[in-house]
């Protein structure tokens, strides 16, 4: 269901309807969760798309999204399914890239969130510390006002 919904989507929503789209997508996340016990591969997937309905809409709630993404990337960091290496990137680099753009606006906090929260992400990436090294490289050159 949550993978017609989003092919629905051929246009870029706008406001309202990103919204309603975002709290039917969470609905049925949940509802899979309850029902199946879906593995990280598929939670992944859900929590990726989440996050691209989000980012265009007001702040709170893909900071949210990304939040709760980090919970579970840690809830799951150790175990035997962790979260696909791929979606990890993804959602690092988008976090980190969104912090940019924040920065960019002179949204200082809200900047740092995002990229706390991609640092977290890049943490758990299994590949050596090389994404988190990138991302810290890139975030060294970023000049914080006064």
């Excluded at 990337?73 to 035997?80: D, I, Q, Y």
């Excluded at 706390?116 to 000049?143: P, V």
Aim: net charge negative.
């Amino acid at each position: 269901m949550a993978d017609c919904i989003l092919r629905t989507q051929s246009a870029p929503a706008q406001g309202r309807i990103l919204l309603v789209l975002y709290n039917t997508l969470r609905k049925l996340i949940n509802c899979i969760w309850e029902l199946e016990h879906f593995d990280n591969k598929k939670l992944a997937k859900y929590m990726r798309c989440l996050l691209k309905v989000t980012l265009p809409l007001e702040p709170n709630l893909p900071l949210k999204v990304i939040e709760e993404t980090c919970d579970i990337v840690k809830e799951s960091a150790g175990k035997r399914e962790s979260f696909p290496s791929f979606e990890l990137e993804w959602l690092a680099t988008t976090a980190f890239n969104h912090g940019v753009d924040l920065y960019g606006i002179n949204e200082d906090e809200l900047s740092q969130k995002w990229v706390a929260h991609a640092f977290t992400l890049a943490h758990h990436h299994q590949d050596g510390g090389d994404l988190q090294r990138q991302l810290q490289e890139a975030y060294t050159k970023l000049q914080w006002g006064p």
